[in-house]
């Protein structure tokens, strides 16, 4: 190549990059920051004063509707307050009254089957808990039996059970205690199952225990002998639904549910009755279960200390209240469900006024859309009675019609300013983004060429100025400067390329090629750079690659692009690997180096145009930020995607996936389209 071919091929350059600036330029102006805030600000400032006025213009004319109703239904609502006092003292003087003639347990079950509480605490005079009641211990005497009671025990602490359990048979049946002889029937009954008699035993409870005697014996820690002895019995049957098990476990629960027998404490109760659960859940049930295991609960946690006071209270649970009779001896719990359908029974009556319902407001919650509110009363502290609409017509048509005035002027002033701005900000933007785009590209193209032709003008001095040309120094000349020529040549086809792009004239050609015709095309062009000493190329290819439907100049453009890119940002040793590969319906075409690698905060933004993440290398190398960018756009026109896996001193991964078969047949369609 002689120095006239050089110096025209300059020119040439020249003026294509002139025609690409002058085309790119021309599809925007100027723009700046300080109309789009100018505008904002004249835009906003009207429509919140508008907003503003019409608001408050609304809410006045709603509150002057909101007084007038409030005045017409706030004795309505006194006498629902009444109501709903009423309704506490009758529902404490109820449950004061089963307190007063019945003994404690009865009371409770009586307060539980009325189903005005979910379950209660009876409490005497002094306030100490008479209900749930804790086992008091029993003195048994055997009396003139005591010596055969002894030597049972010592027949069964030596392991003899059955001459044990025959001594403890003849001292139940010699004595007159009841107490004495439940417990020593008890006894033999544990000493025969020691034994293996389980039949025996099961025989014993059922003959024994089902008399009247044993109803109301217990044994030293005051447990009732006759229940434990019956479970003992149905745990030693297997068969569950034999007549047996179902007569022993019918007279259980009625003896569980027999709140007459003072003897039988909560605790034993509440530990039987779940264990009958557990033997049979679906035939037995018990209705105080629930209660027992309330008050339980809340016995626990000393309410004697809080039950002074005829207003409900919180309990340990956050869905239960307590409230205490006049009297302090009843302790109601009731559940947050019965207490608001209680509540609403109540107020029946009253809870329909006119246009408007009354409502029950917990400590909880708040009404913002009741017109007016009062307290439930002193029986409720913190609970209140609220005023609702039910239908908000007749109050609406108090203010309608100047509240629709405001309405529409507003919501039409708003409206058309919001479509003018958005309209105006549109077009701001887009003449913002193509300035930006204008100087983008004017700073990168006068950086990029600037090396290159200086370059090129000093070789073409050089050999201009010599007297001689020799032959050796004129030939590396004319390599570097083709060289040179070759890095224009690529810069100027980005710009090519991107001006393409961005006036939405690129046309793809599609048809059906092997992959391994464009991975060789794409070789082939970055050979000569990757020909030197410390570069290395590594090209692996899949056998019986499907073909693609692939634009070839294009997809070979993404891939030389890759591949420049891989050798340009690895560091003296390059190592970079070009591999294609058929997986899951694509093709896969991946680019590995070991360069510097990318950040994980630089990694969303790589495949815009005119971004580079190491300006440096830009610097020193070639490249205007276009190539990824380019890539990407070729990527999606495939309908496939590009994607990059790297970390910072690690290397980087670019893989680009293009779908096959059916997926390609439709990519064609619609370039033919």
């Not at 309704?87 to 089957?113: D, M, Q, R």
């Not at 033999?188 to 025989?203: D, L």
């Not at 692939?550 to 890119?565: M, V």
Request: hydrophobic letters at 45%; one cysteine or more.
């Amino acid at each position: 190549m002689c120095p006239g071919a050089v110096g025209k091929q300059i020119a040439h350059c020249n003026a294509e990059l002139r025609r690409i600036i002058r085309t790119i330029l021309r599809a925007g102006q100027d723009g700046d920051v300080w109309p789009v805030v100018l505008l904002l600000f004249a835009v906003l400032v009207p429509a919140v004063c508008l907003l503003w006025f019409m608001a408050a213009a609304m809410r006045n004319e709603r509150l002057a509707a909101q007084q007038k109703l409030a005045a017409v239904y706030r004795a309505q609502l006194s006498a629902a307050q009444a109501r709903l006092q009423q309704h506490w003292k009758e529902t404490a003087a109820e449950l004061e009254k089963f307190v007063a003639i019945t003994p404690a347990s009865a009371a409770f079950a009586k307060c539980v089957e009325s189903e005005i509480v979910d379950s209660v605490l009876i409490f005497d005079e002094e306030g100490r808990i008479l209900y749930p009641n804790t086992p008091s211990a029993i003195e048994i005497d055997f009396g003139e039996l005591e010596p055969k009671w002894q030597e049972a025990n010592r027949l069964e602490y030596l392991g003899k059970h059955m001459e044990a359990a025959k001594q403890y048979d003849a001292v139940a049946r010699a004595t007159t205690n009841d107490n004495a002889a439940a417990r020593a029937f008890q006894s033999e009954a544990r000493c025969r199952v020691q034994a293996g008699q389980n039949e025996a035993v099961i025989q014993l409870i059922s003959e024994v225990f089902s008399k009247e005697r044993c109803r109301h014996a217990a044994d030293p820690q005051g447990r009732l002998i006759a229940a434990n002895a019956e479970l003992l019995a149905l745990e030693l049957i297997t068969n569950r639904n034999s007549p047996v098990f179902q007569s022993i476990a019918q007279r259980l629960a009625v003896r569980l549910m027999d709140y007459e027998n003072p003897l039988l404490a909560a605790p034993q109760r509440r530990f039987l009755m779940k264990e009958m659960k557990r033997f049979s859940p679906d035939k037995i049930t018990f209705p105080t279960l629930a209660a027992e295991q309330l008050a339980a609960e809340v016995g626990e946690s000393r309410p004697e200390a809080t039950a002074r006071v005829f207003a409900l209270q919180r309990t340990v649970r956050p869905d239960l209240w307590q409230l205490t009779t006049p009297s302090h001896r009843v302790l109601a719990l009731i559940g947050s469900d019965k207490l608001l359908a209680a509540t609403k029974a109540a107020l029946a009556p009253d809870n329909s006024v006119g246009a408007a319902d009354v409502a029950l407001v917990s400590p909880d919650m708040d009404a913002p859309e009741a017109f007016v509110t009062l307290p439930a009363g002193e029986q409720m502290p913190g609970w209140r009675l609220a005023l609702l609409v039910q239908d908000r017509g007749f109050f609406e048509a108090t203010a309608g019609r100047q509240t629709a005035v405001y309405l529409w002027t507003g919501v039409l002033a708003v409206a058309g300013m919001g479509i003018l701005t958005l309209i105006t900000l549109r077009l701001i933007r887009r003449q913002v983004a193509l300035a930006r785009l204008k100087n983008d590209l004017a700073a990168t193209v006068s950086h990029e060429l600037k090396t290159p032709l200086a370059s090129m003008r000093v070789l073409v001095d050089t050999l201009l100025d010599s007297e001689k040309f020799d032959e050796q120094k004129t030939r590396e000349y004319l390599r570097l400067i083709a060289q040179e020529n070759e890095r224009l040549a690529r810069l100027i086809q980005n710009f090519l390329t991107f001006s393409r792009l961005e006036r939405k004239k690129y046309t793809f050609h599609f048809s059906l090629l092997p992959a391994r015709q464009i991975v060789d095309a794409a070789v082939e062009s970055v050979r000569a750079r990757f020909d030197v000493p410390g570069c290395r190329l590594d090209v692996q290819i899949d056998d019986h690659l499907p073909p693609v439907m692939a634009d070839a100049d294009a997809l070979a453009a993404a891939l030389i692009n890759l591949l420049e890119n891989a050798h340009k940002y690895s560091e003296e040793i390059k190592h970079v690997v070009l591999r294609a590969r058929a997986e899951k319906g694509s093709v896969i075409f991946s680019v590995t180096d070991n360069g510097i690698g990318i950040a994980p905060r630089e990694r969303r933004r790589i495949f815009q145009p005119f971004y580079q993440v190491n300006q440096r290398l830009s610097r020193e190398g070639c490249g205007c930020g276009l190539g990824l960018s380019i890539v990407h756009f070729i990527a999606t026109s495939h309908r496939g995607s590009v994607s990059v896996e790297s970390q910072p001193g690690c290397g980087s991964t670019f893989t680009l996936a293009l779908p096959l078969g059916s997926e390609a047949a439709s990519i064609r369609r619609e370039a033919i389209a």
